[in-house]
């Protein structure tokens, strides 16, 4: 049994919380967020949108299933930190082949246990969202003081989880070509377009116009990825010269930077979205689906007036922007995860739709 408290939280007020140590010892300076799913922090583990992020996770009970080789995001996690109340060492899971503490640690992911994560989740609700240094227990105070003082978060994450080169993925069935914009790419999005029939060509976040209209594609994807959108400005300026020319559909960030191409603003929401309960609404259908969401920026609903764009999907917890499209431009984007789509409404047919629009039919058009 554990008794000395070896490893604590701090946030930048000074509230502190200590805990039990496991993965990675190193110290770390982090954003916190906390993600209320219940299962699934494999998929959390290895989500490169969680890069420099401290998550800390409301289900009480981590690491219990292990870690099985079929469930990764992300061949490198690039995750900063896992905040648990319990965390579990001893799997139970047949598929299971290594220990949530051995991933961590093989990727420098620092982990803390043992702390009342009801009272973190708490304090970003009521606080937002901040900066956290993750660190021995026995750390003085005045030297964590001045680390979170005098480190600021990094603003290049797209570029160092982006893969530098171009990949194929190509299709048994293939029938269409994709040109997708990694920018941090889950590799269900792979797996969900090359099970209809769409090869993928991923290409990385600073690829040219030039580049992309020599691989002559039928459709191109932005991807979703971690920070500010407007921190990728290269691939912002691309994308306006892409659309109108090749059907486009974004994921999160893809959405976000599919808004800022037609001329609307994003913002930073006071402790984001994350979790596999989030209920949304498709204007367009009149349907409500229970999606999983992951992300800290928002798309402004007054600045897409204005704007060849129209609002298709909204969040019925906070009324923020899910989805965008402009149907002659044939693009669309949503802000919301149609690959992990988690309730009865599955938000996967958002695929066949980028399919449908590329075929020539309406974005919307299949009544699903």
Not at 113 to 119: K, L, P
Not at 191 to 209: A, I, K, M
């Amino acid at each position: 049994m554990l008794t000395d408290e070896n490893k604590k939280l701090v946030f930048e007020d000074g509230t502190v919380f200590y805990g039990y140590s496991f993965g990675s010892e190193t110290e770390k300076i982090l954003e916190i967020v906390f993600n209320t799913s219940p299962v699934g922090y494999q998929e959390i583990l290895s989500d490169p949108s969680y890069t420099d992020q401290a998550v800390c996770m409301t289900y009480p009970l981590i690491g219990n299933y292990g870690m099985a080789a079929d469930d990764y995001e992300t061949d490198v996690p690039t995750i900063g930190a896992l905040i648990v109340r319990e965390y579990n060492d001893i799997p139970s899971n047949f598929r299971s082949e290594h220990t949530l503490g051995e991933i961590m640690k093989k990727y420098d992911i620092a982990g803390i246990s043992g702390v009342d994560t009801r009272a973190i989740t708490r304090i970003i609700r009521d606080k937002g969202s901040s900066k956290v240094l993750l660190t021995a227990a026995d750390t003085p105070e005045s030297e964590c003081a001045a680390k979170l003082a005098g480190i600021p978060l990094p603003h290049d994450s797209v570029s160092r989880v982006s893969h530098k080169g171009f990949r194929e993925f190509t299709a048994d069935n293939h029938r269409l070509h994709i040109v997708a914009f990694d920018c941090g790419i889950k590799q269900n999005i792979i797996r969900s377009l090359n099970s209809l029939g769409c090869s993928v060509t991923s290409v990385p976040w600073n690829t040219g116009f030039d580049e992309v209209k020599a691989m002559n594609p039928d459709g191109v994807f932005l991807s979703n990825g971690p920070g500010d959108p407007e921190d990728v400005a290269e691939l912002i300026q691309t994308v306006k010269k892409i659309a109108g020319n090749y059907p486009v559909f974004g994921i999160c960030l893809g959405h976000q930077i599919l808004s800022l191409a037609y001329g609307a603003r994003t913002y930073k929401l006071k402790f984001g979205h994350r979790g596999g309960n989030h209920p949304v609404k498709n204007i367009i259908t009149g349907r409500t689906e229970i999606t999983s969401q992951n992300h800290s920026y928002a798309v402004n609903p007054d600045s897409v007036a204005g704007t060849p764009l129209t609002v298709t999907h909204i969040n019925l917890l906070d009324n923020t922007v899910e989805g965008v499209m402009c149907e002659s431009d044939r693009v669309f984007g949503v802000q919301y995860h149609p690959e992990s789509a988690p309730g009865p409404q599955d938000s996967g047919y958002l695929f066949d739709c980028f399919i449908n629009m590329i075929e020539g039919g309406g974005i919307y058009a299949q009544k699903n």
